[in-house]
């Protein structure tokens, strides 16, 4: 099967998650998954194929058409928040 992980730069995923009133050890967790590529990996190596969707700066109707765009190009975005934790 083919898993699409939704990703977004971690400073997104901070401004996305603050008004839920998470606590900051959450919020935190989520930021440094998104900048490890956790989910990323995780499906990469439980499905035949993975494809990677940058929603960063998308309202959820742009992501999906986004996301059905590469599903049917099988294309995927280029993602790297490595340099995150460097900042």
Same mark, same amino acid.
């Given at each position: 099967?083919?898993?699409?992980?939704?990703?977004?730069?971690?400073?997104?995923?901070?401004?996305?998650?603050?008004?839920?009133?998470?606590?900051a050890q959450k919020l935190r967790d989520n930021i440094e998954a998104e900048a490890l590529d956790y989910c990323a990996i995780y499906a990469?190596?439980?499905?035949?194929?993975?494809?990677?969707?940058? +929603?960063? #700066?998308?309202?959820?109707?742009?992501?999906?058409?986004?996301? /059905? @765009?590469?599903?049917? +190009?099988? #294309?995927?975005?280029?993602?790297?928040?490595?340099?995150?934790? /460097? @900042?």
């Amino acid at each position: 099967g083919t898993a699409v992980v939704l990703r977004a730069s971690p400073r997104a995923i901070a401004r996305r998650l603050a008004p839920r009133n998470y606590p900051a050890q959450k919020l935190r967790d989520n930021i440094e998954a998104e900048a490890l590529d956790y989910c990323a990996i995780y499906a990469g190596q439980n499905y035949k194929k993975t494809i990677q969707v940058d +929603t960063t #700066g998308l309202s959820p109707a742009q992501s999906a058409a986004r996301a /059905l @765009r590469r599903l049917r +190009t099988g #294309g995927s975005d280029r993602v790297d928040w490595s340099g995150y934790f /460097l @900042r």
